[in-house]
């Protein structure tokens, strides 16, 4: 692994286990800037299979607890807006490229921006919930920036993906924004803001590593013994 990878990787990291003082810092240097970060954010998160790894949820719920803090250049309804608009168009360009790439995309080789298996897992999992996968995935990393990309590879018919699209993300976006922001100014949240965060962050990583430890148990089981 070179240098540059390893020092973006330590970064990222860090900016997600301490997302509330880099937003804090980006709020001071950058003022309404901020917003257009934000944007870039959610709609490459949502929107490119190859961004899987940026923050989601943490980003919304830390970006409305800082809206609720005194003297906060921040709007929650404004982020609502506009994590919602980033969210919806990111999926869109996702189900875009996945139409036009197809079924083909499935023999990909692994890349350093490309796993396969995500691929793979995501269409497993749709095919277990069909078009409410797209709302489901909403609060799942990893298959979250999937499943837009599978719907358009099987062709989903347009009107239906976006119907799921626009629930999904209001769905989401409602929830881990406003939730911030209230929540954000409960006096324990207040003091206790790390702990918060790193439970989102645990939250929302379970259900991708329960699934990866049932299909990694599963495949040993199923393995003939020699």
């Not at 396969?116 to 909403?138: C, D």
């Not at 991708?208 to 430890?213: A, M, R, S």
Request: proline share 6%.
């Amino acid at each position: 692994m070179d240098h540059s990878l390893t020092s973006f990787l330590s970064f990222l990291v860090d900016f997600i286990l301490h997302i509330d003082t880099h937003l804090q810092v980006l709020a001071a240097e950058y003022g309404l800037w901020l917003y257009a970060i934000l944007f870039v954010i959610v709609f490459c998160e949502t929107g490119l299979v190859v961004t899987p790894f940026l923050p989601g949820d943490s980003l919304l719920f830390a970006a409305g607890s800082l809206a609720s803090l005194p003297g906060s250049s921040l709007d929650p309804h404004l982020l609502l807006v506009l994590f919602f608009s980033a969210a919806l168009l990111g999926d869109n360009l996702n189900y875009l490229i996945g139409r036009k790439l197809g079924p083909k995309v499935f023999n990909y080789q692994k890349s350093r921006f490309f796993n396969p298996r995500h691929l793979v897992r995501t269409n497993s999992f749709f095919e277990k919930h069909g078009g409410k996968t797209i709302i489901i995935a909403r609060f799942i990393p990893i298959i979250r920036t999937f499943t837009p990309f599978v719907a358009g590879i099987g062709a989903m018919p347009y009107r239906r993906f976006l119907l799921f699209s626009i629930a999904g993300a209001l769905f989401w976006v409602g929830f881990f924004c406003y939730g911030g922001y209230f929540v954000g100014q409960l006096p324990f949240v207040q003091q206790n803001r790390k702990l918060i965060f790193l439970a989102i962050i645990a939250v929302s990583l379970a259900p991708p590593f329960i699934g990866y430890l049932k299909h990694r148990f599963g495949r040993n089981q199923d393995t003939p013994n020699c």
